[in-house]
């Protein structure tokens, strides 16, 4: 049972648009939302995160929406660019769970046409 | 340089063979975990250990082994046991930071079976 659903799969943008990946989630013991970003060949590394208390969280051309109530969080990359291309992962955590696990998305795999 | 790393980058096995691969990280994270990768899987997780002489299974443990003898070291055995083991493998620790989880990835090994 996937615990955060992430869509889509894969996504194709041009230079410039703006990438917008979704996931959301059930389970309300989540309360830490972090986004990984994986180059073919590499392991994932963190991209941004984001905690419920705040709705949206900005660093440079990323950004993460969060809406509480409807159990979602999505990325959006804004001025993409075709060093973006790559591989994103949702995650989230569970309240009082320091050293525990992160549950995955499936991934995006997003091109980024020049 | 502190990380991760994993070896071999590459790995062939035989049909019947176990094979073992490394994991070795220099972040003094006391959590650390094993996933495999498939494309439109995302990323599944094997085991992890939240402290040394102690693991736990993941979602998908069946056909694998692991030890965790040292805090710096978890190697995964991948058994004859599982039968579709070619895959990519990663991995990670895990580091808490008051209100913040970050998982550190290791570069990966992608195991074929030939």
């Known amino acids: 049972q996937q615990q955060v659903k992430q869509s889509p799969q894969s996504l194709i943008v041009q230079k410039g648009g703006i990438s917008i990946i979704n996931c959301a989630y059930e389970n309300t013991a989540f309360d830490y939302f972090p986004w990984y970003q994986q180059f073919p060949g590499k392991g994932p590394a963190l991209l941004i995160a984001i905690r419920p208390d705040v709705s949206e969280k900005k660093e440079g051309r990323f950004t993460i929406s969060f809406n509480k109530s409807a159990k979602q969080f999505s990325l959006h990359i804004m001025d993409s660019q075709p060093g973006d291309s790559a591989t994103y992962f949702c995650?989230?955590?569970?309240?009082?769970?320091?050293?525990?696990?992160?549950?995955f998305g499936r991934g995006t795999q997003l091109t980024v046409w020049p | 340089d502190g990380g991760i790393t994993q070896s071999p980058k590459y790995l062939f096995r035989k049909e019947g063979q176990n094979v073992t691969l490394s994991c070795e990280q220099n972040l003094n994270h006391d959590a650390m975990y094993w996933y495999r990768q498939d494309p439109g899987q995302g990323l599944r997780l094997i085991y992890y250990?939240?402290?040394?002489?102690?693991?736990q299974k993941g979602d998908i443990a069946e056909g694998y082994s692991v030890s965790r003898e040292k805090k710096e070291s978890f190697p995964l055995t991948v058994t004859s046991a599982q039968k579709n083991p070619t895959a990519f493998y990663l991995c990670a620790t895990l580091n808490y930071r008051g209100l913040l989880t970050e998982a550190f990835f290791g570069q990966g090994t992608r195991l074929t079976v030939v």
């Open positions: 995650a989230a955590r569970r309240r009082g769970s320091t050293l525990g696990r992160l549950y």
């Open positions: 250990s939240q402290i040394v002489n102690d693991f």
